[in-house]
T-cell receptor, first 114, second 115 residues
Framework: AQSVTQLGSHVSVSEGALVLLRCNYS??????LFWYVQYPNQGLQLLLK??????LVKGINGFEAEFKKSETSFHLTKPSAHMSDAAEYFC????????????FGKGMKLTVNP | SAVISQKPSRDICQRGTSLTIQCQVD?????MFWYRQQPGQSLTLIAT?????????ESGFVIDKFPISRPNLTFSTLTVSNMSPEDSSIYLC????????????FGEGSRLTVL
């Protein structure tokens, strides 16, 4: 069975600081990996995805994530946080067998302080 | 992409009653999914709803508790039956669009509080 671990539930950074949100996965088959973002009172939207092409994936709003098979990780980063980045971030995994079933992590709430 | 509308956006219900959540998509989609997001928890898949067939439920979820309809390619409903406070959650409708496996579009969710 696949699973995703996002340690902690909340991270706080200053505006302009590095954002690092950690995600580790477990999968018995080559995974597809995703980061979704949920702004307050909105549905989830896709931030970026890894689908076995380049290991460094760039997404919207300046975010990127690197797939590291040896570490079973897919951490999300952004060099400089902006106030508008305040949201909840979910890491998710699916298998590459054609299933749209995603397994989500518990989410990480990002607060950006002025 | 897809635009998904869910109704109601929130509701407060009494124990023992049932509530039906509607999900409308602006384009025809084959697969629709219903997720539950409990407070402080991750999203959990309840069931997959395909047009013209019975919904497929995940372990721990049953049709009697969460009946689903999928009358056409743009609409689905999820009913939460005989509600208890443990059913207080956000219920999310999502669809898969395009060729990339796992890329889902989500509605804004229906926040349900059961007293």
């Amino acid at each position: 069975a696949q699973s995703v671990t996002q340690l902690g539930s909340h991270v706080s950074v200053s505006e302009g600081a590095l954002v690092l949100l950690r995600c580790n996965y477990s999968s018995s088959v080559p995974p597809y990996l995703f980061w979704y973002v949920q702004y307050p009172n909105q549905g989830l939207q896709l931030l970026l995805k890894y689908t076995s092409a380049a290991t460094l994936v760039k997404g919207i709003n300046g975010f990127e994530a690197e797939f590291k098979k040896s570490e079973t990780s897919f951490h999300l980063t952004k060099p400089s946080a902006h106030m508008s980045d305040a949201a909840e971030y979910f890491c998710a995994v699916s298998d590459q067998g054609g299933s749209e079933k995603l397994v989500f992590g518990k989410g990480m709430k990002l607060t950006v302080n002025p | 992409s897809a635009v998904i509308s869910q109704k109601p956006s929130r509701d407060i219900c009494q124990r023992g009653t049932s509530l039906t959540i509607q999900c409308q998509v602006d384009s025809q989609v084959t697969m629709m999914f219903w997720y539950r997001q409990q407070p402080g928890q991750s999203l959990t898949l309840i069931a997959t709803a395909n047009q013209g067939s019975e919904a497929t439920y995940e372990s721990g979820f049953v049709i009697d508790k969460f009946p689903i309809s999928r009358p056409n390619l743009t609409f689905s409903t999820l009913t939460v039956s005989n509600m208890s406070p443990e059913d207080s959650s956000i219920y999310l409708c999502s669809v898969a669009v395009g060729l990339v496996t796992g890329e889902l579009f989500f509605g804004e969710g229906s926040r349900l509080t059961v007293l």
